[in-house]
């Protein structure tokens, strides 16, 4: 967890920025294992080092700060621009090395921001539903994240969340009071993106980003994976992995 702090490869100021994550995990952690009984599951694929694209479905506004927790390695997130409109959550979103994309957009400067960290060899994290589900189950994503990973060939980290709808400032839907959370978040085994079938011809974002968010499915319990129900029984053919490529973290 500590090893980008020795990183030569990363700038002084990223390797500073880490060891401050690194002691700030080392007190959150535990309160959340006691609080929200947060579990983390399969750090064993997440890379020790470079570059990669985190996915996840996204239910809680907390879910970016329990996965930044939960990751060995700190995850900067492709956050929604309205995050940075209030100064107190602009703070604190540069302060995680998070940045802005506008929805719904081609937001090429985004876009080519993710692309610049992942060749830095960060860790980037993107909810492809582009906003919260408000029924917990996964929704149609956007195609932003499958253009990242096909322009910059980073292997793709897949990352589920089960339980934070539990949690209050949910925005939409009911919160039940009284209930003691139980979280978990799960990492799957990483993968890249083909960018074309073996005929030769090219797969559409929309089907790229589709493969990526059936991977997400796959790691959801059943009632979690909406829209992706009835298509997590296999992966999608642009998936690709190579034997033994869940690296320890």
């Known amino acids: 967890m500590i090893d980008p702090a020795f990183d030569r490869r990363l700038s002084p100021r990223r390797r500073w920025k880490h060891l401050l994550w690194f002691t700030a995990r080392l007190v959150i952690l535990p309160l959340l294992f006691v609080t929200l009984r947060l579990r983390v599951h399969g750090l064993k694929h997440v890379p020790r080092s470079g570059g990669a694209i985190v996915v996840s479905n ?54 080519r921001h993710a692309e610049a960290l992942l060749a830095e060899g960060m860790l980037v994290g993107m909810f492809p539903e582009g906003t919260r589900s408000r029924t917990g189950g996964l929704i149609a994503p956007f195609s932003g994240a499958s253009m990242v990973a096909v322009r910059s060939r980073a292997p793709i980290i897949p990352c589920a969340i089960v339980g934070s709808e539990a949690l209050p400032l949910r925005g939409f839907a009911p919160h039940r009071p009284g ?18 079938r073996p005929d030769g011809t090219r797969w559409r974002l929309e089907e790229l980003t589709d493969a990526m968010m059936i991977e997400v499915a796959r790691l ?5 994976r909406g829209v992706y129900a009835d298509r997590c029984a296999v992966p999608h053919p642009a998936v690709q992995r190579e034997a033994g490529s869940g690296v320890a973290a």
């Open 58 to 111: 996204h239910i809680d506004f907390f879910d970016p700060v329990l996965i930044v927790a939960g990751a060995p390695r700190p995850v900067l997130w492709m956050a929604k621009s309205e995050v940075f409109n209030y100064p107190v959550l602009r703070w604190f979103a540069r302060q995680a090395g998070a940045f802005a994309v506008e929805r719904g957009t081609p937001d090429r400067s985004a876009l």
């Open 220 to 224: 959801l319990p059943p009632a979690y």
């Open 179 to 196: 209930r003691w959370p139980r979280i978990d978040i799960l990492f799957g085994e990483p993968f890249t993106l083909a960018a074309t």
